[in-house]
């Protein structure tokens, strides 16, 4: 079992910067694929960013790819988001996904998640 709790989520106006973090509990940290999402009101949770285990791989969305950055610290059992030149469209509860796997591979499907942190507000103001 793994727990995933987000912090770092707030109020900023448009071009800021945000840093989300999310802590996991549990073993073995580097053997879970790490994804951030995200859910505006009346719409579908969307992916963001992923990282591998090992952090040799990333992905992200289109809407977000040079603006965002994931990483993570394995010795510190931490993944984290770095949002810059944020805009009005990124207004969001952004949550913290984990599966675990080989750690190799990064997913952008919200299903292949088997856990999730309870989510961050962040509202970026025009």
């Known amino acids: 079992q793994v727990q995933l709790v987000e912090s770092g989520g707030g109020l900023v106006q448009a071009g800021g910067s945000l840093r989300l973090s999310c802590a996991a509990s549990?073993?073995?940290?580097?053997?879970?694929?790490m994804g951030w999402f995200r859910q505006a009101p009346g719409k579908e949770r969307d992916f963001v960013a992923t990282?591998?285990?090992?952090?040799?791989?990333?992905y992200y969305a289109d809407s977000v790819k040079d603006r965002f950055t994931i990483s993570r610290d394995n010795a510190k059992n931490t993944v984290s988001l770095q949002m810059n030149s944020l805009k009005p469209e990124d207004t969001a509860v952004y949550y913290c996904?984990?599966?675990?796997?080989?750690?190799?591979?990064?997913?952008?499907?919200?299903?292949?998640?088997?856990?999730w942190g309870q989510g961050t507000q962040v509202t970026v103001s025009s």
């Open positions: 996904a984990a599966v675990y796997d080989s750690g190799r591979y990064v997913y952008t499907n919200s299903q292949n998640y088997r856990y």
């Open positions: 990282i591998s285990g090992t952090g040799g791989s990333t």
């Open positions: 549990g073993r073995i940290f580097s053997r879970y694929t």
